[in-house]
């Protein structure tokens, strides 16, 4: 038991990067094992759109020098309609922002052995103490951290999370060059970050352009293969195949050419988490999960987990007398909930509504944006029900009628609480 930290973390991720960050910058012994080769860090695992806001990039310290394009606007695109919304944002380089949180953690303090996959936890009496990795090698620690979003092989052998396929959502992006970001007709997207509701694009999910600077942007869609994606999908079509469709017929891209190895593919279950800690371990990031359910956004969310499940680790060892115990680490579970992702389920019954919705309700969803004004959308995306009953309408009813019919049926009641 020679090879032991304080705290071992398996996942590079923004999550696992930034809860490195804290802890060896509290002098705690921090390694963390890393599943890609380290000269190829983050190819495999380059799969996100990188937009984030002002807020992270300040609470985190995020240097200007990963950003590709900082944005000023929001748009909403319907099939026929479109809403923009003031907002300060950045777009950035994904991998550049991962290899910058495992520098800068390094500079901290922290270990990093990468080509190194995390495998199943150690146990002894019931407690979590280590981690075996690579087949039969083995690290010890106080704390044990899984932040390796989905596969979550350690929180899944702990019956800590249940990720069920039905809740997977599947992603393709491109970064495209030659894009009319200002094309008649449809809203200027010069420093725009786009999300369109368009079935007909992404069936049961949704598609975006995210402008990084002149003519270029990444662009790509998203949808989880349940009931609604096979309500309003093709038989035989695949991903690929809809943004293909999607990049054929929208104007936009009537010029544009793909940028040469810039494709992400990537996944993540959308699902409220059923445990987040037990005895000496916690869950972060897309292992829970943690990324937001109406739009997508995992960085910010993820970076926050990393730093709760820190503060609870911080909290857990400090005393001279370190207490790992499951009720002295489920601290970590109520700042998830407070601090993390507050008012999940209310989101969680929001986006279940927000794809139910035809594309001729997408339409009056932005007449409606525009009439309620620019504090409506966001006190939604802070699940905010009374804002988004504020969108109803009367013609409503039956949308309603058949989203409790579907939950009834279910026999779920993970809408009670917020």
């Known amino acids: ?8 973390i398996a996942g590079a991720g923004p999550a696992g990067a930034q809860c490195a960050r804290d802890l060896a910058a509290r002098d705690y012994d921090v390694l963390v094992l890393e599943t890609e080769p380290e000269a190829e860090f983050p190819r495999q695992s380059n799969k996100s759109t990188a937009g984030t806001f002002p807020s992270m990039m300040a609470a985190f310290g995020v240097p200007d020098d990963v950003v590709m394009q900082f944005t000023d606007s929001v748009v909403l695109e319907s099939p026929n309609d479109f809403y923009v919304r003031d907002q300060p944002g950045a777009v950035l380089e994904f991998a550049e922002f991962k290899r910058w949180l495992v520098a800068d953690g390094r500079e901290r303090g922290a270990e990093y052995r990468f080509d190194s996959r995390a495998t199943a936890p150690i146990e002894e009496d019931g407690s979590v103490v280590g981690v075996r990795y690579d087949g039969s090698e083995e690290v010890y620690a106080d704390v044990v951290i899984d932040a390796t979003g989905p596969a979550a092989p350690l929180a899944k052998a702990l019956d800590v999370c249940d990720l069920k396929r039905e809740n997977q959502a599947i992603g393709i992006e491109w970064e495209l060059e030659g894009i009319d970001v200002d094309a008649p007709g449809y809203a200027d997207l010069h ?228």
């Open 191 to 418: 420093g725009a970050m786009m999300l369109r509701l368009d079935h007909d694009v992404a069936p049961g999910g949704y598609s975006w352009i995210f402008h990084t600077g002149g003519d270029t942007a990444k662009v790509g869609l998203c949808y989880i293969q349940n009931d609604r994606h096979r309500e309003h999908a093709e038989e035989g079509m695949t991903i690929d195949g809809y943004l293909d469709r999607w990049l054929e017929s929208d104007p936009r891209f009537a010029d544009a050419t793909r940028i040469e190895g810039k494709v992400h593919r990537g996944s993540a279950h959308i699902q409220l988490p059923d445990e987040l800690s037990t005895d000496g371990f916690m869950a972060i990031g897309d292992t829970v999960p943690t990324i937001d359910p109406l739009w997508g956004e995992g960085i910010h969310k993820g970076m926050k987990s990393g730093r709760a499940a820190a503060a609870t680790a911080d909290r857990c060892l400090t005393p001279a007398e370190p207490d790992t115990s499951a009720a002295n680490m489920s601290i970590y579970d109520d700042l998830w909930h407070d601090r993390v992702a507050p008012r999940v389920r209310s989101r969680l019954l929001m986006t279940e509504l927000l794809y139910l919705a035809s594309n001729d309700r997408y339409d009056r969803l932005m007449r409606d944006l525009r009439s309620t004004g620019n504090d409506t959308l966001a006190r939604i995306n802070a699940g905010d029900r009374g804002a988004f009953r504020k969108l109803l309408h009367a013609s409503d009813v039956s949308l309603l009628g058949r989203f409790a019919k579907e939950r009834f049926l279910e026999g779920s009641s993970r809408w009670g609480g917020d």
């Open 1 to 8: 038991m020679s090879d032991r930290f304080d705290v071992v």
